[in-house]
């Protein structure tokens, strides 16, 4: 199943999970899954919804088993036993312009301000705010280059004049400190050959939320849906 996911270029993430819900199927069934019957994906499925496990995780399942029977053991039968499950998908939680504007003023640092600011002022996946570099950003053109973001998708993201200031006093910063290597990341992690994790933005965003007394569950992904929300 691996080796039929790399060939099919599965993102990194999408193979980890897949294999995550094939391995508590395995579990569940207390043998391998390639002797599964139609009864046994039915049990798990019923199993799944008795036990509360979200609408999500359920799909995320489905699509993780339907990959095993269907590309890797060849039973088309067996994928055709699960069962998507429908919900109503809710609207995301959104800060207001002002608060945005008070989370970033919070954020713990200027290297933190110009990331978040990144997130929020371009719209930005936290994944593809950690892995820009230097060279990404376009003053030129005022475009910020992502690549191989969602679906290994290169793209280009709005820069605005005002995010451009933040991004230059940054790299200023960390010219000084010495941690912004040519050519290297925008966001170094501790070490400067390393990126920024995602685990120290989502760290960064709930401490500035909370010094922001901003009440709402707060995410990297939220400055995103807020990007988008105040563009329209």
């Given at each position: 199943m691996?080796q ?11 193979q980890h ?15 391998t ?10 049990r798990f499925q019923?199993?799944?919804h ?8 359920i799909?995320?399942a ?17 994928a ?6 429908r ?5 995301p ?13 919070a ?12 997130a929020?002022g371009?719209?930005?996946r936290?994944?593809?705010?950690a ?6 950003i ?57 990126p920024?994790?995602s ?9 500035a ?7 709402k ?5 939220t ?9 329209l």
């Open positions: 691996q039929d996911m790399l060939m099919r270029c599965l993102g990194v993430h999408t999970d897949y294999v995550r819900h094939v391995r508590r199927f395995a579990a569940f069934l207390g043998r899954p390639d002797t599964a019957t139609p009864d046994d994906i039915r019923l199993h799944q008795e036990s509360g496990v979200s609408p999500s995780t799909n995320g489905v699509s993780a088993l339907r990959f095993l029977f269907d590309v890797t053991l060849k039973r088309r039968d067996l055709r036993a699960l069962v998507i499950t919900y109503q998908r809710q609207l939680d959104v800060l207001s312009i002002e608060e945005a504007g008070r989370l970033l003023q954020a713990p640092g200027i290297k933190y301000k110009a990331a978040l600011g990144v929020y371009a719209g930005l936290v994944s593809e705010v892995h820009l570099k230097v060279d990404d376009d003053s030129a053109r005022m475009l910020i280059r992502i690549e191989q973001g969602k679906g290994r998708k290169d793209r280009n993201a709005m820069l605005s004049p005002q995010l451009l200031d933040l991004l230059r006093l940054w790299w200023r910063e960390g010219k000084q400190r010495g941690v912004m290597l040519p050519h290297g990341w925008l966001f170094p992690g501790r070490s400067p050959t390393d920024i994790s685990r120290q933005l989502h760290r960064a965003v709930q401490e939320a909370e010094v922001a007394g901003i009440r569950r707060v995410s990297p992904h400055l995103r849906h807020s990007f988008a929300t105040h563009l």
